[in-house]
């Protein structure tokens, strides 16, 4: 870039200020851990920020900072855009950072609930959750409520009066579908529903609030004697039902293929169409086999269809 342009640039933004972020950093101290299942962990957040928070959808995403190798907490400032301010740090002073699911906001009382799955210490976030007390701090980077409008960052928005919904997911997808659930449950007039939801055991079974009409299936790999992310191709493969409006519309379509080691597979439906919305998230290499199949080979419509890779077996992708 030229000397002049950046100058001519710089006058520009002195005259229209930048847009602020529409997430942003809060401080966040531990206030509870609530053990849910032997693979998942409930901790509750807490602090005076958090009443400044938002939250629009069930899936709504957040950035998780965590201690680096020398323990102490991050300490990342409040000021500017939350994208600037970790580039500008070395990689060293860089905190470890991952992507969680709002469980639930009650800003009243100022507490936060993410949901943590539990395997083990095999990175930074998952020692810290295995470690982690009451009075622990960390950092979060979540919608701004200040700010208002819509700050992004989600991926369930089902076309008013939606008929027929599938959800398939993973235990890193459950907290988000448990919240799917709950959030129809309190519809006027609920779609059919059917979810799939791949856990790791029997005890991993959660009674969650749901739609009377709903169909929700436990894949457990302890009982089916299955890897990672099968029960979720089986679920799409031979369990799932389609509607027969959607089956009759279906044409295969030609797909681009992402590569889920180097890339984040994320497709977000595009839909008006009432008749049917599929949510599905876990493990990139299962739900891109499930893309393949339910738009390449049965052709359903790739505007009513969400995947989302939410983490790689054997690969950090954050």
Not at 106 to 127: I, M, N, Y
Not at 207 to 222: E, G, H
């Amino acid at each position: 870039m030229s000397s002049l342009t950046q100058t001519l640039r710089n006058a520009v933004q002195k005259i229209i200020p930048s847009k602020k972020p529409s997430y942003r950093i809060f401080d966040i101290e531990l206030k509870q851990r609530i053990e849910i299942s032997p693979s998942l962990t409930r901790f509750v957040f807490t602090g005076p920020e958090v009443q400044l928070m938002n939250t629009l959808a069930p899936d709504q995403r957040v950035k998780m900072l965590f201690p680096g190798t020398d323990g102490v907490a991050p300490q990342l400032p409040h000021d500017g855009n939350w994208h600037q301010t970790l580039r500008s740090l070395a990689p060293e002073n860089k905190p470890p950072m991952r992507t969680y699911t709002i469980r639930a906001l009650r800003r009243e009382q100022a507490e936060v609930d993410v949901e943590f799955v539990l395997h083990g210490e095999t990175g930074p976030a998952s020692s810290w959750a295995t470690h982690a007390r009451p009075g622990d701090r960390l950092q979060m980077v979540a919608p701004d409520g200040a700010q208002g409008g819509d700050p992004g960052g989600y991926e369930w928005q089902p076309p008013a009066g939606i008929r027929h919904v599938l959800l398939i997911g993973d235990e890193t997808a459950l907290p988000a579908i448990a919240g799917i659930l709950e959030q129809l449950s309190d519809w006027p007039q609920p779609p059919q529903v059917q979810a799939f939801i791949e856990v790791p055991h029997a005890t991993d079974r959660q009674q969650i609030r749901q739609p009377a009409n709903a169909q929700v299936n436990w894949l457990v790999r302890d009982e089916l004697g299955l890897g990672h992310g099968e029960g979720m191709r089986r679920a799409a493969l031979e369990l799932a039902t389609l509607p027969e409006s959607a089956a009759r519309a279906a044409k295969p379509q030609k797909l681009a293929e992402v590569d889920v080691d180097t890339q984040i597979l994320w497709d977000r439906a595009r839909s008006a169409d009432q008749e049917f919305y599929a949510w599905v998230a876990g493990e990139s290499a299962a739900v891109m086999t499930i893309r393949r199949h339910l738009v390449g080979e049965l052709g359903l419509d790739k505007r009513a269809l969400t995947f989302m890779g939410y983490w790689r077996l054997g690969r950090v992708l954050d």
